[in-house]
């Protein structure tokens, strides 16, 4: 269950430290990917030009690992800010949505040593 507070306080500074914690690195992640493409593109038409050849496998792997990334955090970003909205009784997300949501979490430890 979560913590809860008794302070009005932090029925404000909660939701600003998820948001910082849960959303900021998945603006960072969406961010640095989309940047790192454009340079992988950047340098396949310049090794095209010499007569070279870039793969694949560099964005795909961008791409994988920043998916990964984010889809693996989103029910715990969602569990942390509708936590302390949901009435404490509540089994099914409190007990079932945290433990997949945590679960969740885990692919992307997995994800980025298979990747």
Known sequence: ???AFSDKIWKLLIPIVFG???ILPIIVIVTTSILLIKHLIDARKVAKKSGGKIRW???ATVLLAGSVFIFSSIP???YNYSAM???RG???FHVY???VAYSLAY???IGNVFI
């Open 85 to 87: 909205y949901v009435d």
């Open 20 to 22: 910082i914690m849960g």
């Open 97 to 99: 949505f945290f433990r």
């Open 107 to 109: 692919i992307n430890v």
């Open 76 to 78: 715990l970003t969602v």
């Open 1 to 3: 269950y979560m913590y």
């Open 90 to 92: 509540h089994r099914i």
């Open 57 to 59: 496998q560099g964005m």
